[in-house]
């Protein structure tokens, strides 16, 4: 590992996974951490915990703010691991000279999306730091839900389960991309930032048998389906023509090349379900404006150990691999 901390520490791939196992969880290892969920599970499988700190720039972009992504990313790790989202803390820190009126605005964004949830701020922190001390305006957000239904992990996935897709992908981080090279485009591209409470809490009451959820923010799909590999000791084997993406994520990935299962999304959530419940969860992701598009992308196997294999339509496949290298740097 390199003796010093960079940008691509921080990316959500390999070597962000590099510096949280070598550094922080040989330091705080233990039963809870190593799991490597969204949430910790804890009080006897009864609560899910959950903590993010949000440093996008810009802070304001189509589609969300840092305030509604900070909430939206807290509420929506605890419902990953089938909890009702339900007390929060917001600490932030504050560079001297920041606009008052854009913090009440960030605010705003906070309170309404707290509602969407059904959750509540109950503690926080303010600091303020000189000029250039911090870029304007950090948040950092901890989370407590209810667990609804017990059992939820990404480390129990078998053959009997097929991967879901809730939506297009990349949105989030295409989006952020163009608004801080200020690149315009003649499309309505905007961020896929949204709470998943609803969604997943609709699954769990019609009983749709879950083995894992995840929500693909930094990594993008790509991280999450090579956890997923890893963590459970199976092969997922990728349809490349089934994953949806939008023509202006398309657009913006051809123009600059990034790979569109590596770009970050901010309301969009991989699942592992059994088969026999594929369709009814389709069904009632459909039922959701964000997840009209939802599909299935990807089936369970154990022809490559820890492996995610991309099928493409001409026959062909190769190895998805973990993302590497800097990628877009502060995009939550």
């Not at 550094?23 to 599970?41: C, H, P, T």
């Not at 769990?204 to 389906?225: E, F, I, N, Q």
Request: hydrophobic share 40%; glycine share 8%; proline share 2%.
């Amino acid at each position: 590992m390199n003796k010093q901390i960079t940008l691509a520490m921080g990316n959500g791939g390999e070597e962000n996974n590099e510096l949280i196992s070598k550094i922080f969880y040989k330091a705080f290892k233990n039963e809870i951490l190593q799991k490597s969920e969204d949430a910790a599970v804890i009080h006897g499988g009864e609560l899910a915990f959950s903590t993010d700190s949000f440093t996008v720039s810009p802070l304001f972009f189509p589609g969300a703010d840092i305030g509604k992504l900070a909430v939206c990313g807290t509420c929506n790790d605890l419902a990953m691991m089938g909890a009702k989202p339900k007390y929060l803390t917001c600490s932030v820190i504050i560079e001297e000279g920041f606009s008052t009126r854009e913090l009440e605005k960030i605010v705003r964004s906070m309170k309404k999306e707290l509602e969407v949830n059904g959750a509540v701020v109950v503690s926080g922190d303010t600091k303020v730091v000189p000029r250039g001390s911090v870029d304007k305006i950090f948040i950092n957000t901890t989370g407590i839900g209810e667990i609804q239904k017990k059992g939820i992990s990404s480390n129990n996935i078998t053959t009997d389960d097929v991967i879901l897709l809730s939506r297009d992908i990349g949105c989030h981080g295409a989006a952020i991309f163009c608004a801080r090279e200020g690149i315009e485009l003649s499309t309505a591209l905007e961020s896929d930032c949204a709470s998943l409470t609803h969604q997943v809490q609709a699954l769990l009451d019609a009983g749709v048998k879950v083995t894992a959820m995840r929500d693909a923010t930094r990594g993008g799909v790509s991280a999450v389906l090579n956890e997923w590999a890893k963590q459970s000791n199976i092969c997922i084997e990728v349809q490349e023509d089934a994953v949806p993406v939008s023509q202006e994520v398309n657009g913006v990935c051809e123009m600059l090349g990034f790979e569109a299962l590596n770009l970050a999304n901010e309301g969009t959530f991989v699942l592992a379900v059994k088969k026999e419940d594929e369709q009814k969860a389709l069904d009632i992701l459909h039922g959701f404006e964000n997840s009209k598009n939802a599909v299935t992308i990807a089936s369970v196997t154990q022809q490559y150990s820890q492996k995610v294999i991309l099928l493409s339509p001409y026959g062909t496949k190769r190895f998805l691999d973990t993302p590497t290298g800097e990628l877009l740097p502060r995009i939550c």
